[in-house]
């Protein structure tokens, strides 16, 4: 199917780059086509690295829905109040103008593999040498008894940033005084392993300064969880009372949720609750699934570049990707699309292919100026990513110690957004 620019712009859907770039979809004047669907961490760092250091021979289009990208990591600062929503938004002005790269908004609905066409909400479709798909999470349908995605706005769950990260915050901050706030966590594997635990510390911070006597509530499936005493030592130190952690053992697994209600049930106890933060059962964003390379939840890869092991020119790369001993988190995604996009441009361009290494470090902000951080260092196995090495904050750090950790997160994320995004 040949599309020209008349035709794609003419479609239901707004298609954009956010520049003059000329936007030739269907084919890339005599060179290869790569395609990436999902703009966050993984794909809009894959899509600039190809452009980047392409130089040309290579036509990179970028599928993503929205405009402005929100970024899942540090949105738990901007629920605590240490940033304002803007800090965390992003657009995709400097990838279109900068380097080339046909910034598509719309949905990616469709992937015929046979045909190496990607099928677009608009009504378009886009060939591809190459795909890479980078679309995040979705949720697993019952996995919280009570609430699905309609009861999104009673009970939010946040975990795609933006305007549930939003609605959050200001449910917390219209508790009553003295209020309950609950949060349902997710079972293994899920996004960002520390985030649902970052994110208590945050609302605690909320309010210890707003609502002191407020209580919460967590009911956690799992029986520990990443940073577990880091994260204890802090709630003792800093909210005093206020955060009760129910894990497996006591029934964390055994919740439902009835949002109309506003009511948690824990192991049979009822509890009315002021505000409710549901985060479900994850797997591989939807498109992934109607790619036909994912089994169960999550897409297999492999570790050397990321291709799927289902289909040879169909990478997947971050949340979505079961790759072995990595974390789901930006970090990672960045990484992994780093990796991707070399062995793509060896194998379109016969440019150079380096080793697959990877690493990752995830900062948790528990108090202000109280920083902790994990990470390690990963190798390409034949069968996973593997981890080589790594480091963890210490229990009972100096005050100092944990400043300069939190201070490194605020460095960190300003270099990777520019990393990710030009």
């Known amino acids: 199917m040949n599309l020209n620019r008349r035709t794609v712009i003419g479609s239901a859907t707004a298609l954009a780059a956010t520049s003059s770039v000329g936007l030739s979809l269907a084919a890339g004047g005599g060179r290869p086509n790569v395609v990436v669907v999902g703009g966050g961490a993984g794909g809009s760092t894959a899509a600039r690295y190809l452009a980047k250091d392409s130089e040309g021979a290579i036509n990179v289009t970028l599928i993503e829905p929205t405009r402005t990208y929100y970024s899942c990591f540090f949105s738990n ?135 002191p006597t407020a209580k919460i509530i967590v009911a956690d499936p799992k029986p520990k969880f990443s940073k577990m005493a880091l994260f204890e030592e802090g709630w003792d130190a800093h909210y005093t009372g ?32 002021d505000a409710c933060n549901v985060i479900p059962a994850m797997k591989a964003g939807r498109i992934a699934h109607l ?9 297999p890869v492999n570790a050397a570049d ?35 996009a070399n062995a793509i441009r060896g194998t379109l361009t016969g440019s150079t292919v380096f080793p697959a290494r990877f690493s990752n470090t995830c900062w948790s902000l528990i108090a202000p100026e109280d920083g902790v951080k994990v990470g390690a260092t990963y190798e390409a196995t034949s069968e996973k ?38």
């Open 306 to 340: 990321m291709s799927t092991k289902a289909n040879a020119d169909i990478y997947v790369l971050g949340d979505a990707s079961a790759q072995g001993d990595m974390p789901k988190s930006a970090f990672s995604a960045n990484s992994q699309a780093k990796v991707c």
């Open 291 to 299: 790619a036909g390379v994912t089994e169960g939840n999550w897409a």
């Open 77 to 211: 600062l901007y629920v605590g109040g240490f940033r304002n929503i803007s800090s965390i938004g992003h657009s995709y002005g400097t990838l279109a103008s900068e380097y080339g790269i046909n910034v598509v908004h719309d949905w990616a609905v469709d992937v015929d593999s046979s045909a190496k066409m990607v099928s677009l909400a608009g009504g378009g479709a886009l060939p591809y040498d190459k795909l890479i798909l980078s679309p995040g999470i979705d949720f697993v349908e019952g996995a919280v008894e009570g609430w699905d995605v309609s009861a999104q706005n009673a009970m939010p769950h946040a975990y795609k940033a933006g305007s549930q990260t939003e609605l959050l915050r200001a449910q917390i901050l219209a508790m009553r005084e003295g209020g309950t706030f609950a949060m349902v966590a997710p079972p293994n594997p899920y996004r960002c392993p520390p985030g649902p635990y970052e994110r208590v510390s945050m609302i605690a911070h909320i309010l210890k300064d707003t609502n």
């Open 385 to 422: 990513i593997s981890r080589i090495d790594g480091f963890i904050s210490q229990i009972g750090e100096t005050e100092d110690t944990r400043r300069a950790t939190y201070e490194e997160s605020v460095g960190w994320y300003a270099s990777i957004s520019k990393d990710i995004f030009g």
């Open 242 to 273: 206020m955060i009760d952690w129910i894990g497996e053992e006591f029934g964390g697994g055994a919740v439902s949720v009835d949002p109309s209600a506003m009511t948690v049930t824990i192991d049979g106890e009822v509890t009315k609750v």
